[in-house]
């Protein structure tokens, strides 16, 4: 009985193994699954056995963890060792979550002291990033101790709080296995092994690193090599990336080819040598980079060369959000750059929050070669802060100061020139510039000018629609110097308004004469207006007296205008001179009008015929009441139809041509009182009454002014009488023969008088006089004929020094220099 209860027992048993063993893969996915779903973990696939040396086989597994796929296959096991024929893993991109993660802790993994050990043959990991499966093999040695061989050399030690290792990488591994059409990175080449420790909270990195990267712009190669030790932690919790690079030495050498780039041109050869070709550039701190904000502490960069090109680039407290770059970049920079060529460049400049400000100072010896000018002593220094630089729309401020000692430019020499310059841009886009120059003196040919200041200021709106810039300019020259004239204390108010042309007004003042200009240029056009307001004539006496140093003016006032288009070399003008009076020497004109039109074309000057009036002319003899008129043709300006009161009487002259060397002018006078002629030496106790008439032909040429052929003819009866002459009455006394024919014209009643007169250019004055009268006391009559001689320069030059008037005039403004 006993006997048959066991052998049911036993069947049953043995029956219950056998459905165990048959159902184990349902049975045991009922059991481990829910599990591993507490962890989760998804079960999805197991088929497993038992061997006949009772390992576990398992011939599939599937699993799965947040979204990240494992397929294990091939899998023997026991107590001592765990082997994997295939594995593959596939990377997928992290479900999105709202749940705020747990922070990390430091590891805890509470490693057995025995376990099996581990080999993975091959394992094959997927991802949407690699170009190729990364293929793996993993082998435990020993407990806990991994070495990672295939695609990638590694080597791992597992710790109850942390795991260690080291990395191999190439970019042959990277190049093969990263998923990018990056051209870029088809330069990069770089070895490198690693150190790694991971402890839950943080990783880190720090191996040797050997690198260069091969760039090619057109035909220019640049390249760039590091070595040295390389270093990185990264903090899960606070998310800190941070790189330490300061034990690497980078160094980037630029090719002969690279000058190609510079664009041609005079300038070029001077670029070239300032172009160093070998730079040496470091991170001496730690860069991190935390929730997208990257912070690169100091940045240096510096010429490597041999040949005098110093260039040092400094970049310190960098900050850039890569989320918002241009909007969070925060950074500031100091440049420095000495050649043979230029003496110092010096920028300093700060970025934060879209606002660039900074200062510089440039030092040259010397302009370069490939500039129009020469100058010496170079300096500029200056300071700027631009904002809103995200939005294109800079609002700020520039100032610079510039000054060179000499410079020669188009064949102008500039002395000791000083300018600053300051611009500015409001939101509203509203910009301003002016710049302020002065300088000591400049020189153009023949032409030189002395103290020279000037401002120059432009407003505009660089909004939307056409622009219009407001102008504004001042200038003031102590002295301006030139082989025909000196002009001094001038002073031009200018203003102008700039759009498709310009249209602008010029106050000028030049020697005290005052005057305003206006003209507007266009791509067609260039008409221009001059006025000149009313104003005394006494302004212009500095300019007079530069042509003749004896003239003076002594009242009077002028006004004109002048308009016409440059393009054309076309103008038209008015010019009214009223009540002028000027002093030449011991020559007085006094109350000289006119109003004179005309036209400039093409070089050619045109006057039309103008009436002028003269109301005196004090020169020995006072003329009165000149009239004329002045016209000018084709350059040739000349005077005609001239008449006017000499001596009570009249005279005409026929023209005379201004300017014209050899000439001649027809003078014809009438109604002389003989009495106010002969009275010119009032000395002379000679009597004269009556009226005389006549021609005088002037010739002019280059020695003088000459009278030939002249006559001088009695109008109706006159009278002479000698008394108290001491040239006659020496005459009567040495010839006393002639006694009784010379005292005939004592008393002589006049009835003919006819006279030839000649003119030398000394002066020399000589008349063939034949005279016939009658006597009444002695009742005889006369027929007499004489020559005279007088210097009648002479003559008039003492009738002008006892003009009373004339003397008044000369001391009042001779005296006064004006």
Known sequence: M??????IMGAVLLGIVLLG???RLPLLQRAVAPQLEKAGVTLSCLDFSLTSKLNVYIQKACLSYKNQELVVEGVTANTRHVEIKHA????????????VSSPATILDLALPEKRPTITVEQLSINSEFLNQPLIISINEPKLNQFVVNGDLSASATLYNNKVQGQLKVSDELLKQLLKTDNELLNGLSFNTAQAFSFNGVEASLAGNLQAQYDYKIQSC????????????TYNLNSQNLEFDLSKLKNNVKLSNNCQSLIPEGDYKAFAVKQLPLNWHWALPRPISLVDNNLTLP???????????????????DTFINIATPLQSARIQLKAQLHTDDINAVVLNTQLENAQLSGNYDIALTALSEFLPADANNVKAHGDF???QLVDSKPVGKVSTTFSFDKAVAYGTTINTYTGKLVASMSEKLDANVVLKSEFKGAQYEEYKLTDINNTLSAKANLGVGELFAHLAANTQISTLTSPSIDLENINVDSKGLQSRALEASHHVFVNGVELVANHHVSKVAHPFEVIIPQQSVLSLNSLVSQFEPLAQLTQGEFNGRISGDVNLQKANFNLTIDDTSALYNDYLANQFSAQLSGQYDSGQLNVEPTTFNLNELRAGAVVNNINGKIKVVNNSAQAFDISGNVFDGVFELDKYTLLKSQQTANVTFKDIDASKLITLDDKSGITLTGRLKGWLPLHFSDSGVEVTNGNLLNQGEGKLIISNNTAFDSVMQQQQELQPVLSLLKNLDIQKLNSTVALNSDGWLNLGVNLQGFNEPQQQQVNFNYNHEENVFTLLRALRLSDEITQKVEQQYSQKGN
């Open 88 to 99: 593959a893993l596939n990377v997928n991109p992290l479900p999105q979550s709202n749940k």
């Open 221 to 232: 190669d640049i390249t760039n090599s590091s070595k040295g030790v390389l270093s990185a």
């Open 298 to 316: 100091l940045i240096t960069l510096k010429s490597n060369e041999q040949t005098g090109q110093e260039v040092d680039i400094t970049f310190t």
């Open 2 to 7: 006993l006997k048959r209860v066991g052998l």
């Open 21 to 23: 063993y048959v159902f």
């Open 385 to 387: 802060t631009l904002t």
